[in-house]
């Protein structure tokens, strides 16, 4: 889960944004643009980002640099979780995605639900709250919060989306392989908990 290189990295990566946020200095600016581009050879070196990707990515970053957020819907049928996989990796994750501006929390996890796996839901608690850099992800460039909301289906009908190609209910001890950038086996275990136990506190870590 610790990766110092990709820590260094993100607070260089996040030093340089808010001084190009805030700083008129044009030698200032271009210390900072300078502080960028050894962020982004720090990241391509140990990933499999290609060095123009990750300045690209890094590029279109303004403002104060804060972690972005994503959101998870799970979702429980005769105690067994609803998975999407990915067209992408041909992978399984909860369905979600990241929050789109303008839309609440709760917005976007029916939204990400409905355009996933065809269910209409209706968000009934927040589960957990997540530091990504505190589970074992893959390295990333940037800095998530995960939100898990406990959701139920109230229509709509199994189809897949255009980053879906399947669907499925699956048993805690029967999961297929996950994709996990966006979840991990051990936050799956951890939402059977919460469907073990209704009383369970969210958890923030």
Known sequence: MSHKWLEWAKKIQAISQSGLTFSKDPY????Y???RIISAEIIAEYTDLEMEKVVDLFASETGYQTPKVDVRGVVFKENKILLVRESE???WSLPGGFCDVGLSARENVVKEIQEESGYN???KRLLAVLDMNKHPHPPQPYHYYKLFIQCEIIGGNASTGLETDKIGFFN???LP????NRN???QIHMLFDFL????KETIVD
């Open 172 to 174: 805690e001890n029967a």
């Open 28 to 31: 200032d600016i271009e210390r």
């Open 89 to 91: 990796d041909l992978t």
């Open 33 to 35: 643009n300078e502080l």
């Open 196 to 199: 073990r136990n209704p009383l």
């Open 184 to 186: 991990t086996e051990s």
């Open 121 to 123: 839901v209706i968000p």
């Open 177 to 180: 392989p996950l994709s996990t």
